[in-house]
T-cell receptor
Framework: AQKITQTQPGMFVQEKEAVTLDCTYDTSDQSYGLFWYKQPSSGEMIFLIYQGSYDEQNATEGRYSLNFQKARKSANLVISASQLGDSAMYFCAMREGRNEAGGTSYGKLTFGQGTILTVHP | NAGVTQTPKFRVLKTGQSMTLLCAQDMNHEYMYWYRQDPGMGLRLIHYSVGEGTTAKGEVPDGYNVSRLKKQNFLLGLESAAPSQTSVYFC?????????????????????FGPGTRLTVL
């Protein structure tokens, strides 16, 4: 079973509007972290936002917020007031506290397949 | 600070050739990782290191070797390149996580990535 699922291969949004990128995850671990990264056409991986499994409030970083619904195992990224520069590939990733054998995961990330966001003027 | 740097940025190899990719970080991070990214896919972990002198296998380790002789450097080697190893390779680093579960001040172990190396094997 996939640990991280991003069901939207591509999304389109009008400039200045908000957009939600979906991410669901699968883990039996109690302590885990969820990350979103942006990959523009230039190729680099840019960290956007982090949510810990024990954090009671949704994470926010400027125009980015993470809609964390623990019971549904979803961690959707919300981008408010979209800008043309937001056009990029977006990856959701999870870091579990433990690996399958019960030992520490050493921070390894599992990535989803990504969502390509296109912002129209 | 330069963050995470990778050398080279681009490389073309012939099948059977060998090469080494260098990753360097100046953030004093304990953990370092090598990932590969193939078209239409997310990143997959090749090998990782939790400290100087230690390495471990990730999800797709076959055909690669790694070494971490110095804390700031993590080398990825291809002994005999194959066309299936055509990919973009990313190095990343992070701190050792100390989780204060349920309390304020949880330290995040965000991974910071290098710019990537685009490798083509003919």
């Amino acid at each position: 079973a996939q640990k991280i699922t991003q069901t939207q291969p591509g999304m389109f949004v009008q400039e200045k509007e908000a957009v939600t990128l979906d991410c669901t995850y699968d883990t039996s671990d109690q302590s885990y972290g969820l990350f979103w990264y942006k990959q523009p056409s230039s190729g680099e991986m840019i960290f956007l936002i982090y949510q810990g499994s024990y954090d009671e409030q949704n994470a926010t970083e400027g125009r980015y917020s993470l809609n964390f619904q623990k019971a549904r195992k979803s961690a959707n990224l919300v981008i408010s007031a979209s800008q043309l520069g937001d056009s990029a590939m977006y990856f959701c990733a999870m870091r579990e506290g433990r690996n399958e054998a019960g030992g520490t995961s050493y921070g390894k990330l599992t990535f989803g397949q990504g969502t390509i966001l296109t912002v129209h003027p | 600070n330069a963050g995470v740097t990778q050398t080279p940025k681009f490389r073309v190899l012939k099948t059977g050739q060998s090469m080494t990719l260098l990753c360097a970080q100046d953030m004093n991070h304990e953990y370092m990782y090598w990932y590969r990214q193939d078209p239409g896919m997310g990143l997959r972990l090749i090998h990782y290191s939790v400290g100087e002198g230690t390495t471990a296998k990730g999800e797709v380790p076959d055909g690669y070797n790694v070494s971490r002789l110095k804390k700031q450097n993590f080398l990825l080697g291809l002994e005999s390149a194959a066309p299936s190893q055509t990919s973009v390779y990313f190095c990343a680093s992070s701190i050792r996580r100390t989780a204060l579960v349920g309390l304020a001040g949880t330290i995040t172990d965000t991974q910071y990535f290098g710019p990537g190396t685009r490798l083509t094997v003919l």
